[in-house]
C-alpha cells in the first residue's frame, strides 16, 4: 500500500521506501563485515519483523539462515507490560550458534530484554540485535543494541511491518498516524 490510499489517515511520512531500503542495505553490508565467516542465524520476531527480515536479507551479499519466534506481550492498547508468553518457538537449536535479533521497532526494550534473557540461556555463541527503528525515550530498560537503522523520536509510527489494530503493515513507507484513527 503506498502513501496515497491511506487518505487522511496517514498524518506524516517519517521515512520513504527508499530511505528504508537505503539504510536496509547499509545495515547488512555492517553486519556481513562482522559475520561472514560464521554460522549466523538471523531470527526474526512475528508479526512486525516480517518486512524488515525479507529485505535485509535480500540485501546480505551472502547466505544466512533464518527462523521465527512469536510472542505475546501484555499490556494496556500500544504499551507493553513486558510479561511475555512464547506462541511460536525457533524450530532451530541455537547451542553454539551466532544469533542475530532482526527487529522492526525497539520501544519500551522490555519485551525484546525477555526474548533476549530466554535465548542467552539456550547457549548461543553469541547474540546481537538489529533494528530498523529504536525509540531512546520510550525505553525502560537498557538493551544493547549492536546495529540500528534509525533513531526515533516516542511516537506511535506504522507501516513497513508495523501496525495499528493490524491494520498498515502493508504499508510502504513508515509514517504517524492521524488522531482521528485511535482516539
Known amino acids: 500500500m503506498d502513501a496515497e490510499h491511506m487518505g487522511d489517515d496517514l498524518a506524516t ?89 532482526v527487529e522492526d521497532i525497539i520501544d519500551s526494550g522490555l519485551t525484546l530484554s525477555w526474548i533476549s534473557a530466554n535465548l542467552r540461556s539456550r547457549g548461543p555463541a553469541s547474540l546481537e540485535i538489529v533494528t530498523l527503528l529504536r525509540k531512546p525515550e520510550a525505553a525502560k530498560v537498557e538493551i544493547d543494541v549492536r546495529y540500528v537503522g534509525f533513531d526515533i523520536a516516542d511516537e506511535f509510527v506504522v507501516g513497513y511491518g508495523l501496525d495499528y489494530a493490524e491494520k498498515y503493515r502493508n504499508l510502504r513507507v513508515i509514517g504517524t498516524l492521524a488522531p482521528h484513527v485511535y482516539s
Open 13 to 101: 511520512v517519517m521515512f520513504t521506501e527508499e530511505q528504508i531500503q537505503d539504510r536496509l542495505r547499509e545495515l547488512a553490508e555492517q553486519v556481513w563485515a562482522d559475520y561472514h565467516d560464521k554460522d549466523v542465524l538471523l531470527l526474526g520476531v512475528l508479526k512486525g519483523a516480517v518486512m524488515v527480515m525479507a529485505d535485509f536479507m535480500r540485501a546480505l551479499p551472502g547466505s544466512a539462515e533464518m527462523d521465527w519466534m512469536a510472542v505475546s506481550s501484555y499490556g494496556s492498547g500500544t504499551k507493553s507490560s513486558g510479561v511475555v508468553r512464547i506462541l511460536k518457538d525457533l524450530d532451530t537449536d541455537i547451542t553454539g550458534r551466532h544469533v542475530l535479533i
